[in-house]
């Protein structure tokens, strides 16, 4: 081959054309080259590797992602010491992202009696503990009621453990994510009893659409994929009883029965 070539590579390529004896000149060779090109441009992509076969580090996380960390996070926790220390290091939920502070727990570890409220509020959000605003201290004085405190018999936690904006209920989604946790933290602390404070708790707990006032003054069972199985009785949030006194006496017929049941336990 005697022309010369415009670019190095096809220079290349005509050499070695021209060494095995194959003549070729260069309108040739580029019209060779351009339908190699378009060939390779007209080639399917090789189809992408599924979400799930990336290491875990490379993967952009989905709700379903974030759901399985948390199960994961929740099952490795032996104490609920742990399992206090592997929520707060989770960041699955956006809510912790406006929040100042993880509340988790209080109380007695082991209690036979855990309260399991809706969320933070702004003095939870501001300490880091659960229900130490008003309606805490209404929850201490309803508790006082029946014999129970969180200095002596009683666990206190809640469904979602970061302060939503505004105060507003969790979502469906962000109460998903946080149910791993809630799971775990009940199958640890084995309650004889569990109350659910208000119908966010409730219904979250329960899986259930009915609404609070309609779940409370009946017992449920509560079972958990870890192997809890016990009762579960909803009551009015304390909050709920500050708006609506008058609600009051329901809600005392509710303590008396969960005192009677403890009794009986
Ligand atoms: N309301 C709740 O449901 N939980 C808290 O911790 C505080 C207020």
């Known amino acids: ?43 399917p992509a090789p189809p992408p590797v599924p979400p799930e076969r990336l290491p875990r580090h490379l993967r952009k996380k989905t709700h379903e992602d974030w759901v399985n960390d948390a199960k994961e996070l929740a099952a490795g926790a032996d104490t609920l010491d742990a399992l ?15 929040a100042r502070k993880t509340a988790v727990f209080d ?32 929850l201490d004085k309803m508790l006082a009621a029946i014999g129970l405190s969180r200095t002596e018999n009683t666990f206190i936690t ?9 105060n507003r209920n969790p979502s469906d989604e962000e109460l998903e994510l946080c149910r791993p946790f809630v ?27 009915t609404g609070i006032m309609k779940l409370r003054g009946t017992e449920h069972v509560l079972k958990t994929p870890g192997g809890y199985d016990g009762p579960l009785f909803p009551i ?16 005392w017929r509710d303590l008396l029965n969960i005192q009677a049941r403890l009794e009986a336990l």
């Open 183 to 209: 799971d775990r933290m009940i199958e640890l602390g084995q309650p004889k009893l569990i109350i659910a404070a208000g119908g966010v708790a409730a219904k979250s707990l329960l899986q259930s659409r």
């Open 107 to 138: 109380g007695v570890q082991g209690a036979p009696v855990m309260v399991i409220g809706e969320g933070p509020g702004g003095e939870e959000d501001r300490i880091g503990l659960p229900f130490v605003g008003k309606a805490g201290k209404l």
């Open 1 to 43: 081959m005697s022309q010369t070539s415009s670019s190095p590579a096809l220079k290349a390529l005509t050499d070695w054309w021209a060494e095995m004896g194959v003549e070729a000149d260069e309108t040739q060779m580029r019209a060779w080259k351009k339908a190699a090109e378009e060939t390779a441009k007209a080639a």
């Open 236 to 251: 009015f949030h304390p909050a709920f009883l500050l708006r609506r006194p008058e609600e009051k006496s329901r809600a």
């Open 84 to 98: 206090k220390t592997a929520i707060e290091g989770y960041d699955g939920c956006i809510l912790k992202e406006a």
């Open 158 to 166: 809640n469904v979602n453990y970061w302060r939503p904006p505004g």
